[in-house]
């Protein structure tokens, strides 16, 4: 995955993103808006498990892909109460 260098910019984009979102009746989190203008500068599509960053695209370009935890007892789930995700295999005869 490449690494992509902070625009000089970002906070300012930050704060107008912010303020376009409030224009619209949504208050985003600061540290939202930073990634979201990071990805927005980068015309990166930004995949996440925080579905806040639909709100935010609805007020701005931001491409964004809402992942979610599978549900429990399928092929993938939370193991042992550790938060790392396992696959859970059929046994082999």
């Known amino acids: 995955m490449p690494l992509l ?20 009746g ?5 540290l939202d808006l930073v990634i979201a203008a990071w990805a927005i500068h980068h015309d990166a599509e930004l995949v996440t498990f925080d579905c806040d960053y639909e709100t ?5 370009t931001l491409r964004v892909i809402c992942l979610s935890l599978p549900e429990k007892g399928s092929d993938c789930e939370f193991e042992n ?8 295999r059929p046994p082999t005869e």
């Not at 930050?14 to 376009?20: C, H």
């Open 81 to 88: 109460g550790d938060g790392r995700l396992r696959r859970n």
């Open 26 to 30: 949504y208050t985003a989190g600061s």
């Open 56 to 60: 935010i695209a609805r007020y701005s």
């Open 5 to 24: 260098p902070t625009p000089a910019l970002l906070w300012r984009d930050a704060t107008r993103l912010g303020q376009d979102c409030r224009d619209q």
